[in-house]
């Protein structure tokens, strides 16, 4: 069986929908492939800045995703500088951005635009440096592009009117949540606390397996513990879960959008947490 390799891309936390939707086609070109996606701030880069730093050392291609929200990060670059020295990093640009666009020290390297074809040359650049193979006609392409240009033009127009509405108005906004966008909102917390009860469970029944060499507290008292330490107690005896899950789970905990936000925060949002449960997936069987 061929050995699993990762892939990380770099993104501010408005793209998380667009990183969700190129991981679902990588993966799904290439089976044996671990696409990381971490939705973070770079005021509280410092929290897992370990963790991030062990995903990027250990990836064998670093893609950086160049939109004009993430034109000008500074982490964006300090993550895609990481793997220059190696050759394993890509700046793949998304409309109305293009290759023509980049500056240095980006637009030193070999990069990609998100459309048709754009997407099959960063595929087969991903199997170039993997040392794979993928058929000459991948099918699902245009479809995958088309979804991207849907969101794109939703998330265009949201920015637009959002632009265009007065201080006064956004208040009035405000003030005015529908029972429907509360809801919603509750619904989003609901699924992050569902995920996090989930791996609590799964970590915590691991835990109460291992060897008695180890100095677990009883299932009482790990049941009233929060999931970070318990997840601290796990990788000290080494039970097989990735705890960059449980990073990315505290990062969407802590940026739930409003309810008044522009539609396509939203959608970054549940892409965020459908990423998340889909990497618990292959760690506990429902």
Known sequence: MTNKFSVFIS???EDEAIAVMLKNSIERVFLNSEVFVSGRDLKGGEIWVNEIREKLRK???IIALITEYSRDSNWVFFETGLGFVENKSIPFCVAPL??????????LLQSRDYNEDGLKKLLQDIANITGLRIPQEIPGISEEVNELKKYLSLRNNNTKEEKTTSLHEKDIVRTKKSEEEIREDAEIKNKISQIELKVKKFLISQLLLVDSTYKIPPQKELQMMNLSDIDELGRYANIPFDSFIITRLGIEKWNIPAANAPQWKTINKIKGIESISKDVSKYIKD
């Open 59 to 61: 990836s064998s291609v």
């Open 11 to 13: 993104h501010v936390s």
């Open 98 to 107: 293009t290759m023509s666009n980049l500056t240095p020290p980006l637009s």
